[in-house]
């Protein structure tokens, strides 16, 4: 089944402890990204990677890092969280850049207190 | 910066009834895109509409991209529960490395 996986679905942490949230896809996607969706706010750009090795800054980058060394992985990698990073994750794929359409994974609830 | 108001932003209705949501912008899109979210899951795609004008159906949903390519609505005629749900529009940013989202309408459908 052609899917994006992220673990975990659940995290509650505390502020400055290092985390990440992995992202998988078995469709052989070049495009990955990575939102936030917070309430008022809608979907936000955090970083997206065009191919493997090649990733850039979205919307709302600060805070949060990422690498593409796979293909088939974009992990979401928060250095030191801090509340306002609260929030639901989504991470996406999509073939040959973003001109078609997006699959999302399930998501990941973040609380950070 | 590219924008993607929806309006309205929370839609409560009776099963039967129609609704249009609709998505408006200042800039010209290449094209628009309308996601559906459950709650716990991610937006999945509902349609793509590419050429000014352009009209597609999905059952009882009726999409609708406007001539100059800056707004589009979403059309849903004998709503049911099942119709429930965050609708998204969503359009390329000029680069072509984002999806830029509206902020959404929840649609809620009571029986």
């Known amino acids: 089944e052609a899917q994006v996986t992220q673990n975990p679905r659940y995290l509650i942490t505390v502020t400055g402890k290092k985390l990440t949230v992995t992202c998988s896809q078995n469709?052989?996607?070049?495009?990955m990204s990575w939102y936030r969706q917070d309430p008022g706010l809608g979907l936000r750009q955090i970083y997206y990677?065009?191919?493997?090795?090649?990733?850039d800054k979205g919307d709302v980058p600060e805070g949060y890092k990422v690498s593409r060394k796979e293909k088939r992985n974009f992990p979401l990698i928060l250095e030191s969280p801090s509340p306002n990073q609260t929030s639901l994750y989504f991470c996406?794929?999509?073939?040959?850049?973003?001109?078609?359409?997006?699959?999302f994974g399930q998501g990941t609830r973040l609380t950070v207190v | 910066t590219q924008l993607l108001e929806q309006s309205p932003q929370f839609l409560s209705i009776q099963e039967g009834e129609n609704l249009t949501v609709y998505c408006n912008s200042s800039?010209?899109?290449?094209?628009l895109q309308w996601y559906r979210q459950e709650p716990g899951e991610g937006p999945v795609l509902l349609v793509t509409?590419?050429?000014?004008?352009e009209v597609k159906k999905l059952k009882r949903l009726t999409f609708q991209f406007g001539d100059a390519r800056k707004d589009s609505s979403l059309h849903i005629t004998a709503a049911q529960p099942g119709d429930t749900g965050l609708y998204l529009c969503?359009?390329?940013?000029?680069?072509?490395?984002?999806?830029?989202f509206g902020k959404g309408t929840t649609l809620s459908v009571s029986s």
């Open positions: 996406a794929s999509s073939p040959m850049g973003v001109t078609t359409e997006a699959f």
């Open positions: 469709m052989n996607h070049e495009y």
């Open positions: 990677s065009m191919n493997v090795e090649v990733t």
């Open positions: 800039s010209v899109f290449s094209s």
């Open positions: 509409v590419v050429t000014g004008g």
């Open positions: 969503a359009g390329f940013n000029q680069a072509g490395t984002a999806l830029i």
